[in-house]
């Protein structure tokens, strides 16, 4: 399995608005992090998709490497 590129060792802060969905970026070579801009093509990585479920700030994992999908669970401190 291949290996995510590291877009940042720290998480993206977002305010995220509730019912609205986000493609989060798996790939990590996306321009627009934490979401992606389909630079994942020539890769197995696919977008995941984040619905909002509150209106209110989110941090998204730009690592990459996050065991919790789109969300930061801190993993980016092992790396």
Known sequence: ?????IAQKTPCAVDV???KS???CSCGK????PF?????HSTEFKPVEYKATETGTVYFCAC???ED???????????
């Open 36 to 40: 992606c801009d389909g630079s994942h």
């Open 30 to 33: 996306s321009a627009t992090q």
């Open 22 to 24: 986000y493609w989060w």
């Open 17 to 19: 608005e509730a019912g």
């Open 69 to 79: 999908g789109a969300l930061c669970d801190g993993a980016h401190n092992n790396l």
């Open 64 to 66: 990459k490497h996050s």
């Open 1 to 5: 399995m291949a290996e995510p590129v």
